[in-house]
């Protein structure tokens, strides 16, 4: 099946920046939307980030002004820019592709470590 590889997770201090990348083994035909999750250890998964087909892009709140999802459809890849992080930024991070409205594929997850 379709496996998401992704990259770019490690330690920064607060204030600091890292770019996430997320690629797909193939091309998905009808893929809708692809999104940024973030679960932290002792809190629910929370959705960070979103792109969807058509170019729309939606945020949670606590991130809107320091994080840029963006997408390279000919590389199958999506990116989450994080600028500004603080401590709270603290996770694993997770990408996801949906295609059809329906079918989900997930990346393995990635760290992200923001401390002093």
């Known amino acids: 099946q379709v496996q998401l590889v992704e990259s770019g997770g490690g330690l920064v201090q607060p204030g600091g920046s890292l770019r996430l990348s997320c690629a797909a083994s193939?091309?998905?035909?009808?893929?809708?939307?692809m999104s940024w999750y973030r679960q932290a250890p002792g809190k629910q998964r929370e959705l960070v980030a979103s792109?969807?087909?058509?170019?729309?892009?939606n945020y949670l709140d606590s991130v809107k002004g320091r994080f840029t999802i963006s997408r390279d459809n000919a590389k199958n890849t999506v990116y989450l820019q994080m600028n500004s992080l603080k401590p709270d930024d603290t996770a694993d991070y997770y990408c996801?592709?949906?295609?059809?409205?329906?079918?989900?594929?997930w990346g393995q997850g990635t760290q992200v470590t923001v401390s002093s």
């Open positions: 996801n592709f949906v295609r059809f409205g329906r079918q989900h594929y």
């Open positions: 792109i969807t087909s058509g170019g729309s892009t």
């Open positions: 193939r091309s998905i035909f009808g893929l809708n939307a």
